[in-house]
């Protein structure tokens, strides 16, 4: 983390500042509504504790249903300019890897303090979107609330019950909470076809988490999507529009989240021509997801590894500063354009900045931040999650190294997820982990099947190293996977 210019530990004064702060800040006025006694939940992994936002849905007449989501309103504790916010700041985001986790915030406040745990009252955000039959969003408003957790649910359970399965023990300890669960599940499928039938990419990724037997790492197991996610996932994409439209409308700039044209898109036209699908010359997110659809369909056992090849060369998204009337940058993945990040303020700090910009358009003051401080902001967000992501990702392959190094010279299946002039890299399946291809890499490209023999597993420097099965082995000399780390 040091290297990357992260922060592993809060500053003395970041820690005398939580140790004065004695309980959670305190709600009240007139503008400020009262939503405590609606059936608010919250859907998260099982073990998270900062909990950042809470839905409910209500039907209107007519067949609409209004959604509310509710956010922490962090902003209320951390203040502007504080230790505490400098040190969230410096890095932007919490930092999750097999080894520990590092918040942006102290635990006390994000898992606690800030958190909307169950049980507990607590100041938010409330965007609230009006959504038709059809998915569509026809009206939006954020305001701020008192709020209260009815339930903390977690995404497994709550996605075996809706498939079918043994409802979760929350749902007979809350009354009416099944049924708003099942309206809120109606309500962001429809929204879900809707962003897919504009040309929201569908993609399947397969996350590694660490499992633990006691305090040994046991294994790294994927993390496959499923209905419940979705259905967060559906809701946040519209609140996070719903910001964007709220700061627009009071003339206030916004930080976009962006992920704009793919470079590579010859590759996945490449990579469709070969399933004997032709994509447009230009790239065309609704040419890719009709292609991800009928590839899911046909040949769902594969999809995962598509959908890795797919995400590889769409690249990175990125934060931008839109000024008012400004036209807004696309989100090539989600196929939208009003959009932001405002949904996790206890774990990324473009969060909590938007949440800063939203009280001031309520309360009608300036923006908290000029439009240079922004610009500089937005850069140093993307630039400071790059770096997160290649700390998680160096610890999780450290931890890969670890469960692999008795197997050195067992082949593996794998597929190719990076090509360029530094070098080759593949991830096999079983621990689903990333190395480099240090012998026989020729004519390889993103997406091609290749299957690799082992050669060394370094645990301390997290390298994983392949050749290609049939290849003799080379000499290491550990420069490849250097060349790894600055290519990433």
């Known amino acids: 983390m040091l290297e990357r210019g992260l922060l592993p530990d809060f500053s003395p004064a970041a820690m005398a500042e939580v140790n004065a702060i004695a309980e959670p800040a305190p709600e009240a006025g007139p503008s400020i509504r009262d939503l405590r ?11 998270s504790r900062d909990l950042d936002q809470l839905t409910v849905a209500q039907p209107l007449p007519g067949g609409d249903v209004k959604v509310l989501v509710a956010v922490a309103d962090v902003t209320a504790t951390v203040q502007i300019g504080s230790a505490i916010d400098a040190h969230a700041r410096t890095n932007t985001t919490s930092v999750y890897t097999a080894a520990q986790v590092f918040p942006m915030l102290p635990e ?3 898992t606690d303090l800030t958190s909307l745990g169950q049980g507990q009252e607590r100041p938010a955000l409330v965007m609230e979107i009006t959504v038709a039959k059809d998915g569509s969003v026809t009206a939006s408003d954020v305001y701020r609330a008192v709020v209260l957790n009815r339930a903390k649910l977690a995404y497994d359970s709550v996605a075996a019950w809706l498939e079918g399965g043994a409802p979760p023990p929350a749902l007979s300890r809350v009354a ?5 669960l099942r309206i809120q599940d109606r309500v962001a499928q429809a929204m879900g076809s809707l962003r897919h039938r504009h040309g929201a990419l569908s993609l399947q990724t397969l996350e590694a988490r660490p499992v633990f037997d006691g305090d040994e790492l046991a294994d790294l197991r994927p993390e496959e999507q499923n209905r419940a996610k979705r259905l967060i996932e559906d809701f946040m994409i519209a609140a996070n529009g719903a910001t964007v439209k709220y700061l627009a409308a009071k003339g206030f ?3 976009r989240r962006v ?6 898109w010859d590759r996945i036209r490449a990579l469709a021509a070969a399933l004997e699908k032709e994509l447009p010359l230009a790239p065309s997110s609704r040419a890719l997801e009709e292609f991800l659809t009928e590839r899911r369909l046909a040949d769902p056992a594969a999809f995962p590894d598509l959908s890795l090849s797919v995400i590889k060369l769409l690249g990175s998204g990125e934060y931008v500063v839109e000024l008012p009337g400004g036209p807004g940058d696309e989100h090539f993945g989600l196929a939208v354009r009003d959009y932001t990040h405002s949904t996790a303020p206890n774990r990324r700090y473009p969060d909590l900045a938007t949440q800063r910009l939203l009280k001031a358009a309520m309360a009608g003051g300036p923006p908290p931040y000029g439009n240079d401080e922004l610009t ?4 140093h967000c993307t630039e400071q999650e790059d770096n997160a992501t290649k700390v998680e990702r160096r610890v999780r392959k450290s931890a890969a190294a670890m469960l692999l190094a008795s197997r050195i010279g067992e082949q593996f299946d794998g597929l190719v997820t990076g090509a360029a002039a530094k070098g080759t890299w593949v991830r096999i399946f079983r621990p689903p982990v990333e190395g480099m291809l240090v012998q026989g890499s020729g004519g390889l490209d993103v997406g091609d099947r290749v299957r690799v023999t082992l050669v060394r ?10 050749t290609r099965s049939g290849e003799a082995s080379p000499r290491l000399s550990g420069q490849g996977q250097n060349a790894e780390d600055e290519q990433k």
């Open 37 to 47: 006694g609606l059936p608010w939940a919250s859907i998260d992994n099982d073990d």
């Open 108 to 110: 006390r406040l994000s």
């Open 176 to 180: 009416g909470l099944d049924d708003q």
């Open 253 to 255: 700039p916004s930080l």
């Open 259 to 264: 992920l704009r044209s793919p470079e590579r």
């Open 376 to 379: 500089e902001l937005a850069r």
């Open 457 to 466: 597993a370094d645990v301390q420097r997290g390298f994983i190293d392949f």
